[in-house]
C-alpha cells in the first residue's frame, strides 16, 4: 500500500533524526565540526556551536530511502550526487574552503545529477530547445538553489523551516501525480528537517553548517526537476522556480548589493535577504517569521497557478519579486524601523504570568510522566486491531532494547529512553487508532487530548530553567502536519485519521521530551513503562 510507505518514510527520518541529533551534538568537537564566532562580524552567535546537525538530517534521509524505496538509476543518481555535495560541505565545515573550492564540489555533484537524468528538458517559453540550453539551463539554476539555500542559513530555523515548507508543497504535488518515487524522498527529508528543528529553533544548540544547506538546496531542486519534468506532468515548467523563488531571490539581491557596493562577488557579508530584514529593527525570530510568512505566500500562488501557462506563472514571480524587493528598498530608502525590541520585551512580560505559578514545576515531570506511562498502556491494550506483523516488529524492538540495555549497563541511558519511547509511542498510536474505528471529532478522549496539550503549553512555561520549550517553528511544524495530513487521504486503514493519528503522534513525543529533559531517574522510569507497553501489545496475538 503506497499511502502506508509515505507514513513509514516520515516516521523513520523522524525517529532517526531525533535519536542522531542529541549525539552529534555531544560529539561535534570530536569530529571537528565546531562554529567558532570569533573573528567573525556577520555570525550571530556568540560562543561555539556544533555545525553536525547537517548529518543529522543526512543520514536519516538516506536510511528512510534506502529502507523505503527499491534501486534504480534515480536513486543512485540523487544519492552519489548528494554524497559529493555533501562530502566537500563537510570540508568545508571543518576546513573552511575557499569559495572556488565550494564551488567545485557543487559543480561536480551538479553535473553527475544531470548526467544521471536531473534536466530542464521543457524550457519555459522555447519549444524544442537545444540540449546545451537545457544543461545551462539547469546548471545555473540547481547551483542558484544551492547557494540560495546555504545564504539563508544565517538565523535558527530559517533555512530548514523555509526548506521544509518547499518540500511539504513538493510532497503534495508529487502525491497527486502518483511520483511515489518524489514523494517518499520529500517524506523522508521533511520528517529528518521536523527532527532537526527541535534542536535548530532560537536559541538554536546546534547549525546544518554547509553540508547541511547544500544538500537541502540540492534536494529540494532535484525533487522540483524531477517532479515537473515527468513525462506525463501536467505542472508547468516553472513550478521549480515558484517552489524556491525565496533562495533564488536571495543570490538575486546580494549580487545586485554587492555589484553597487563594489564588494566581490563570492565570500560572506551581512547584505542576504535576512540580514536586511533584520536592518529595520526586527528581532531574529521576528526575521524568521517574516519570511516563513512571505515563503507561505509564494507556495500559495505556486499552487495556484500550477497547471498555468508559462507567462501567467513567470508574470507571478516576477511580480512577487518586484514587490517584496521593491517594498523593502523602500523601507530603507524611507528609514523604516519596528520596534523588535519592546515586542521582545513584552514577549517576556508575557512569560512573566506564567512563570509566577512555578511551584508546580517541581511536579511536573512525575505528573507527565504518570500520565505519558498510562496513555501508553491503555493505547497498548485496546490495540486489538494491529495487524499481527507489526505486533511482532514491536516485540522485537521491545527485546533488542531490553538486551542494550543489558549490556549498557547504564550508559547510553537517554539515547536508550529516545528509541523506547518514540517506537512505543508510535506503535501503541497506530495500533490504538486503528483498533478504535471511526469516532467522534469532539468525543470525550479528544476533549482529554486537547486539555493535556494545552496544560503542557502552559507547564512549559512556568519555568526559566530550559528543561524544554515550545517555539514559533514547532507550531509551524504542527500546523503543517495536522492541516496536511487530512488532505492526503492517506489509506491507513478503516476508520483511520490521518491527522489525528499523526497529532497523537506528536502530542506523545513532546510529552516524552518533555520528561525526559527532567533528568536520569525520569529517563528510567519512561523507558521502562514504554518497553511495558510494547510488550502489552503482545496480548492481542
Request: proline share 3%.
Given at each position: 500500500m503506497i499511502q502506508l510507505l509515505y507514513l513509514y518514510s516520515f516516521f523513520i527520518g523522524l525517529l532517526s533524526s531525533l535519536i542522531l541529533i542529541p549525539l552529534l551534538v555531544k560529539y561535534a568537537s570530536k569530529l571537528g565540526l565546531v562554529d567558532n564566532p570569533v573573528g567573525s562580524l556577520r555570525k550571530l552567535h556568540k560562543a561555539p556551536m556544533p555545525r553536525s546537525g547537517g548529518l543529522g538530517i543526512i543520514i536519516p534521509t538516506a536510511i528512510a530511502i534506502l529502507v523505503i524505496l527499491p534501486w534504480n538509476d534515480a536513486i543512485l543518481s540523487f544519492l552519489v550526487s548528494s554524497l559529493v555535495i555533501v562530502g566537500f560541505g563537510l570540508l568545508d565545515d571543518v576546513m573552511e574552503l575557499k569559495p572556488a573550492q565550494k564551488l567545485i564540489g557543487q559543480t561536480l555533484g551538479v553535473c553527475l545529477a544531470m548526467v544521471g537524468g536531473m534536466v530542464i528538458s521543457t524550457v519555459p517559453f522555447?519549444?524544442?530547445?537545444?540540449?546545451?540550453?537545457?544543461?545551462?539551463?539547469?546548471?545555473?539554476?540547481?547551483?542558484?538553489?544551492?547557494?540560495?539555500?546555504?545564504f539563508s542559513d544565517g538565523m535558527d530555523g530559517l533555512a530548514a523551516g523555509t526548506t521544509l515548507m518547499a518540500l511539504v508543497v513538493i510532497f503534495l504535488l508529487a502525491v497527486a501525480s502518483?511520483?511515489?518515487?518524489?514523494?517518499?524522498?520529500?517524506?523522508?527529508?521533511?520528517?529528518?528537517?521536523?527532527?532537526?528543528?527541535?534542536?535548530?529553533t532560537h536559541p538554536a544548540t546546534i547549525f546544518m553548517g554547509d553540508a547541511g544547506s547544500q544538500f537541502l538546496g540540492f534536494s529540494v531542486a532535484w525533487l522540483a526537476i524531477t517532479l515537473s519534468q515527468a513525462e506525463a506532468s501536467t505542472l508547468t515548467p516553472l513550478l521549480p522556480l515558484l517552489i524556491l523563488g525565496i533562495p533564488i531571490m536571495d543570490v538575486l539581491q546580494v549580487v545586485c548589493v554587492r555589484v553597487k557596493k563594489k564588494l566581490p562577488l563570492p565570500g560572506p557579508d551581512k547584505e542576504h535577504f535576512h540580514h536586511q530584514i533584520a536592518k529595520l529593527g526586527l528581532t531574529?525570530?521576528?526575521?524568521?517569521?517574516t519570511v516563513y510568512i512571505l515563503q507561505l505566500i509564494l507556495l500559495f500562488g505556486a499552487f495556484l497557478v500550477k497547471h498555468d501557462t508559462d507567462t501567467t506563472a513567470f508574470g507571478f514571480y516576477?511580480?512577487?519579486?518586484?514587490?517584496?524587493?521593491?517594498?523593502?528598498?523602500?523601507?530603507?530608502?524611507?528609514?523604516?524601523?519596528?520596534?523588535?525590541a519592546k515586542a521582545f520585551e513584552g514577549h517576556n512580560r508575557?512569560?512573566?504570568?506564567?512563570?509566577?505559578?512555578?511551584?508546580?514545576?517541581?511536579?511536573?515531570?512525575?505528573?507527565?510522566?504518570?500520565?505519558?506511562?498510562?496513555?501508553?498502556?491503555?493505547?497498548?491494550?485496546?490495540?486489538?486491531?494491529?495487524?499481527?506483523?507489526?505486533?511482532?516488529?514491536?516485540l522485537i524492538v521491545a527485546i533488542s532494547i531490553v538486551s542494550l540495555r543489558l549490556i549498557a549497563k547504564g550508559r547510553w541511558t537517554l539515547l536508550i529512553a529516545r528509541v523506547s519511547t518514540y517506537t512505543a509511542s508510535t506503535?501503541?498510536?497506530?495500533?490504538?487508532?486503528?483498533?478504535?474505528?471511526?469516532?467522534?471529532?469532539?468525543?470525550?478522549?479528544?476533549?482529554?487530548?486537547?486539555?493535556?496539550t494545552i496544560l503542557l503549553a502552559i507547564?512549559?512555561?512556568?519555568?526559566?530553567?530550559?528543561?524544554?520549550?515550545?517555539?514559533?517553528?514547532?507550531?509551524?511544524?504542527?500546523?503543517?502536519?495536522?492541516?496536511?495530513a487530512p488532505s492526503l487521504s492517506l489509506d491507513l486503514g478503516p476508520g483511520v485519521n490521518a491527522g489525528a493519528l499523526?497529532?497523537?503522534?506528536?502530542?506523545?513525543?513532546?510529552?516524552?521530551?518533555?520528561?525526559?529533559?527532567?533528568?536520569?531517574?525520569a529517563q528510567k522510569r519512561l523507558t521502562t513503562a514504554a518497553l511495558f507497553s510494547l510488550f502489552l501489545l503482545s496480548i492481542n496475538l
Open positions: 522555447i519549444d524544442d530547445a537545444p540540449i546545451w540550453m537545457s544543461y545551462a539551463l539547469t546548471f545555473v539554476f540547481v547551483m542558484a538553489v544551492i547557494n540560495g539555500v546555504n502518483n511520483n511515489a518515487q518524489v514523494a517518499i524522498i520529500a517524506a523522508s527529508i521533511c520528517a529528518a528537517l521536523v527532527g532537526f528543528l527541535r534542536f535548530n531574529q525570530a521576528s526575521v524568521v517569521a516576477v511580480f512577487y519579486l518586484a514587490g517584496v524587493l521593491g517594498l523593502l528598498y523602500l523601507a530603507h530608502m524611507q528609514g523604516w524601523t519596528v520596534g523588535g508575557r512569560n512573566g504570568v506564567f512563570r509566577r505559578v512555578s511551584a508546580l514545576h517541581p511536579y511536573s515531570g512525575k505528573f507527565y510522566g504518570a500520565v505519558t506511562a498510562g496513555l501508553l498502556w491503555v493505547f497498548a491494550v485496546i490495540s486489538t486491531g494491529m495487524p499481527k506483523g507489526l505486533i511482532y516488529i514491536a506503535f501503541c498510536v497506530y495500533g490504538m487508532t486503528l483498533s478504535l474505528g471511526p469516532q467522534d471529532l469532539f468525543g470525550i478522549f479528544d476533549l482529554f487530548l486537547i486539555s493535556l507547564s512549559i512555561r512556568t519555568t526559566r530553567k530550559k528543561y524544554f520549550w515550545l517555539t514559533p517553528q514547532d507550531l509551524l511544524v504542527l500546523f503543517f502536519v495536522i492541516l496536511l499523526v497529532y497523537k503522534t506528536i502530542l506523545l513525543l513532546y510529552l516524552c521530551e518533555y520528561v525526559l529533559a527532567r533528568g536520569y531517574l
